[in-house]
């Protein structure tokens, strides 16, 4: 069982639920967001992803004090949607920094002592890299950005002990579509969305597989019927 993880965007969503089931197995948690995550136990550092120096002193954070961590999460993530002919620059810009800047720079910062620690990379995608969604192009190129950093971080790492996983939640009744467009996840609960626990507990189980085995890439839909 691992002893210790970094998540970013531990503060709700995904990431609250998978730093819960850390700290149920006496896992230590640190988050990096722009809110605490109000879980006891979990250590915050207080990080904008969209901000080079933010991420610069959060990753010097983890190197100075919470350096033996076992696996990075990078689950931190922003939601987008617009049709086509709405799309505004800076959108683009504030998606790309958090989904598909923040998780390359925070692991290059921490590479070094991801390979001497022997710990895993875990990025967060999203299901939308299957097929697309209406509306979510935006969105969308972020996380096929993301899923491309996965497949060059693990050629990368193939001949050490590092796995990297790319893991695709599909729709899951949390707070990220709240800040878009005001829906609410309990809502999202009633039109049979995951329930964020329940997919933590899974990516849970992939980080705690034997270092023999390795998920290189999942995606998780939901069955409605
Ligand atoms: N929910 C879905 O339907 C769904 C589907 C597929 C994939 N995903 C992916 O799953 C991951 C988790 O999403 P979620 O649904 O759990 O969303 P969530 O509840 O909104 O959580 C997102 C987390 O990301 C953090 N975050 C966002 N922008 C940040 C920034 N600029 N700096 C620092 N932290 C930032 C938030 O922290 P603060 O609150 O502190 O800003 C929050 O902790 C994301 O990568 C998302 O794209 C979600």
Redesign the pocket.
């Known amino acids: 069982m691992i002893k210790s993880i970094v998540i ?10 998978l730093a819960k089931i850390a700290l149920k197995n006496k896992c230590k948690v640190v ?7 109000d879980l006891k136990g979990v250590v915050n550092i ?6 080079e120096k ?1 991420i610069d002193k959060a990753a010097n954070e983890i190197i100075k004090k919470y350096s033996k961590f076992d696996v990075l999460v ?6 987008s949607e617009q049709t086509q002919n709405a799309i505004k620059y800076k959108e683009i810009e ?1 998606v790309m ?3 598909a800047f ?1 998780p390359i720079y925070l692991t290059s910062k921490l590479l070094d002592l991801i390979k001497a620690n022997e710990a895993d990379i875990v990025n ?5 890299i299957l097929g697309g969604y209406s509306e979510m192009s935006v ?1 969308g190129a972020s ?1 096929w950005a ?1 899923r491309g950093v996965s497949i060059h971080q693990r050629l990368e790492l193939i001949n050490t002990k590092c796995r990297v996983v790319h893991f ?12 878009v467009n005001g829906t609410k ?1 309990e809502d ?1 609960r009633k039109q049979k ?2 329930d ?1 626990a329940n997919i933590a507990a899974f990516l849970w189980d992939i980080i705690n597989l034997p270092k023999s085995l390795e998920v290189v890439e999942v995606n998780v839909k939901i069955k409605k019927n």
Do not use: F, H
């Open positions: 970013t965007g531990a503060s709700s969503g995904l990431g609250k639920e988050n990096v967001a722009n809110e605490k995550c207080l990080c904008d992803l969209t901000d933010q990078n689950n931190a993530g922003v939601a504030r920094r958090v989904n923040a967060v995608g999203s299901t939308v969105y996380k993301n695709n939640p599909s729709a899951m009744a949390t707070d990220i579509w709240d800040r996840a999202l969305w995951a964020p």
